[in-house]
């Protein structure tokens, strides 16, 4: 069972940045790690994912304001969010698998962003 541990959520004004961090239990080899995110009312989606060797994705509401990195010598992912704006504003889920598919099937507990304008 992989575990994923996230931190760095928190509250920040519109235009500000925030680095989101997931953690995964070491003994996990990882082939996806990502994140998505649940705004109240709305389906989860995807923000961004990694394949290890490289590959990404992003959506589109995302591009060019995050950026996601990872350290597969940490097990660990990260999502750096700049210009933020209220709309950004959800649960973030840490999202990693084994398997090669861009929605893996272990999930964090969440972190909260909130982006006050």
């Known amino acids: 069972q992989v575990q994923l541990v996230e931190s760095g959520g928190g509250l920040v004004q519109a235009g500000g940045s925030l680095r989101l961090s997931c953690a995964a239990s070491?003994?996990?080899?990882?082939?996806?790690m990502g994140w998505y995110r649940q705004a109240p009312g709305k389906q989860r989606e995807l923000v961004a994912a990694?394949?290890?060797?490289?590959?990404?994705k992003y959506a589109d509401s995302v591009k060019g304001r995050f950026t996601i990195s990872r350290d597969n010598a940490k097990n660990t992912v990260y999502l750096q969010m700049n210009s933020l704006t209220p709309e950004d504003t959800a649960v973030y889920y840490c999202?990693?698998?084994?398997?090669?598919?861009?929605?893996?099937?272990?999930w964090g507990q969440g972190t909260q962003v909130t982006v006050s304008s």
């Open positions: 990694t394949f290890r060797g490289g590959a990404t």
């Open positions: 999202n990693a698998d084994t398997l090669f598919t861009w929605q893996g099937r272990y």
């Open positions: 070491p003994s996990s080899r990882l082939a996806v």
